[in-house]
């Protein structure tokens, strides 16, 4: 291709509305969940800074809190942006989570209400 039809294209793309993608992220990794009395803790593959609790022994969502929030540039693109759940560990009736910037909350399994530790 020479340096015309590549200009042609840009071109093209610009005035058709279609934009090149210049940041794409790779699919968030599925994190083990923990499961103690009955109950199991995961962060759902599609739902960011999301922490749900299930009763195991019917799969009904008992509660569910969102840990943090993160604050989104609208000029940029959602899925650069985003920010998910890397791991969960239980500590007695605490919760800790890592997420993928290496930030650590803690949530309290009695109270749901999160501290950062």
Not at 59 to 70: D, I, S
Not at 89 to 98: A, C, G, R, S
Request: charged residues 25%; glycine residues 4%; neutral net charge.
């Amino acid at each position: 291709m020479n340096r015309l039809s590549i200009l042609l294209l840009i071109c093209a793309a610009l005035v058709s509305g279609i934009h090149p993608a210049f940041a794409e992220r790779s699919e968030p990794r599925e994190v083990a969940p923990i499961v103690q009395d009955g109950v199991r803790y995961s962060a759902p593959h599609g739902a960011m800074a999301v922490v749900v609790a299930t009763e195991v022994k019917t799969g009904k969502e008992l509660w569910r809190v969102q840990v943090y929030k993160t604050r989104m540039v609208p000029e940029l693109e959602s899925d650069v942006q985003d920010v998910f759940i890397t791991s969960l560990v239980l500590k007695e009736d605490t919760l800790i989570i890592t997420n993928e910037r290496g930030e650590k909350y803690a949530l309290d399994l009695q109270t749901r209400k999160v501290t950062r530790p």
